[in-house]
């Protein structure tokens, strides 16, 4: 419980540290202030089960002892004395990043399996021993953020926890890791996943590969360990279709074998970040989207289904990142997933969308 308290404490922006009124200041309750105090974060103390409010708001006095602010009474039971307490954890909240200062910063997460390298490849990049760095897996339990800029521009480098294979996850604190990889997945722009040359693709591999895909993020396959594998003639383009074979909902993903240990090919890194957050963020106006729609209609016809053919009237760009499209039909059940891959790949084909996921959603329109 302590380890979960303490990944909680660093994980959060204000902390509601609530305590029982009617049995007052307890001895667990001065030693959760301590550890509360000790992590510099915002604290609202809450003093619940107040039903009887008037007479508990004199009890919740006594709570000043633990030092960590005001005491809001409040009964939850019966919503009593809430507006207090969440006015008080709003005046805590941070206050708001200016999202166009931070636009040109590309949030990067190096996600794999333990031991895979992804802390010697951040202090490759940073030229520094910022993340512990040890052969025994799963020595990186929390996600590190770290700030990094260099000539091609500004970056959030995120190093997370590996995910390991459920029957190894033995303590609280690894699943913790895990909820905090899958975190790290959803704030990142660019995705880097990670691939043990030696080890080749495995089922972990693929699991967490699929976690970055159904987010939605930009996905850069990096083998790593390139190095220490004996390579002979057409060794790169046979790894390459095995990875891609194993990871086939990643054949968008573009490839780079690196070392992170000599920084052979890290530089090259970049650039393909870059790429790759540009094309998760691309927009595409209708009026071209349309012209490579019709052309695609004209060269595939859509399919029919007992006499009846699916008619595609037109699409538009919903959102980005990932770039997502919504397609209008006169009936979605004709829009087979064969017919969607082949418009996913001709929008592709057009406009190349290398390493993003395209998402299309199937709207129903009445029409001729």
């Known amino acids: ?45 809450v ?12 009890e919740a006095y006594e709570f000043y002892n ?41 949030k990067v997460a190096i996600i794999g399996k333990p031991n895979v390298g992804k802390s010697s490849l951040i202090n490759k990049i940073l030229g520094e021993n910022r993340s512990i760095v040890s052969d025994i897996a799963g020595t990186t339990r929390d996600a590190i953020d770290t700030e990094f800029e260099n000539e091609s521009g500004k970056y959030i480098l995120i190093d997370t926890a590996g995910i390991r294979r459920k029957s190894k996850v033995k303590e609280s604190i690894e699943k913790f890791s895990i909820m905090r990889t899958l975190l790290a997945i959803e704030r990142a722009d660019v995705c880097l996943m990670m691939i043990d040359a030696t080890e080749g693709v495995t089922d972990q591999d693929a699991k967490i590969a699929g976690e970055a895909h159904e987010a939605g993020k930009g996905v850069i396959i990096v083998v790593n360990k390139w190095d220490m594998l004996e390579k002979e003639t057409g060794t790169l383009e046979t790894y390459k279709k095995e990875v891609y074979d194993k990871l086939k909902y ?19 890194l970049f650039n393909l970040i870059h790429y790759v957050a540009e094309q998760n963020a691309m927009r595409i106006s209708t009026a071209v989207l349309n012209q490579v729609l019709n052309e695609a209609i004209a060269i595939v016809q859509p399919p029919t289904d007992k006499g009846k053919r699916l008619k595609i009237f037109y699409g538009t760009q919903a959102s980005t990142k990932p770039p997502t499209f ?37 709207r129903e329109k009445n029409g001729d």
């Open 250 to 268: 990643l054949s968008y993903a573009p490839m780079i074998f690196i070392s992170a240990k000599t920084g052979q090919r890290v530089h090259k």
């Open 47 to 58: 003093c619940n089960k107040a039903d009887n409010f008037e007479k508990d708001r004199q």
């Open 66 to 106: 633990l030092g960590v602010g005001e005491p809001y009474p409040i009964s939850a039971t019966n919503a009593l004395g809430m507006g207090d307490v969440l006015d008080r954890i709003y005046e805590n909240f941070p206050p708001k990043t200016d999202e166009e200062e931070e636009s040109d910063v590309i």
């Open 326 to 362: 919504v397609i209008f039909v006169n009936d979605k059940n004709l829009f087979h997933f064969s017919y969607e891959r082949y418009l996913v790949n001709q929008i592709r084909k057009e406009f190349g969308l290398e390493g993003t996921p395209v998402r299309i959603i199937v």
């Open 1 to 45: 419980m302590r380890e979960q308290a303490n990944l909680a404490i660093a994980m959060a922006d204000v902390i509601l540290f609530v305590t029982d009124v009617r049995q007052g200041v307890t001895a667990v309750d001065k030693e959760i202030a301590l550890l509360l105090k000790r992590s510099k974060k915002p604290i609202v103390l």
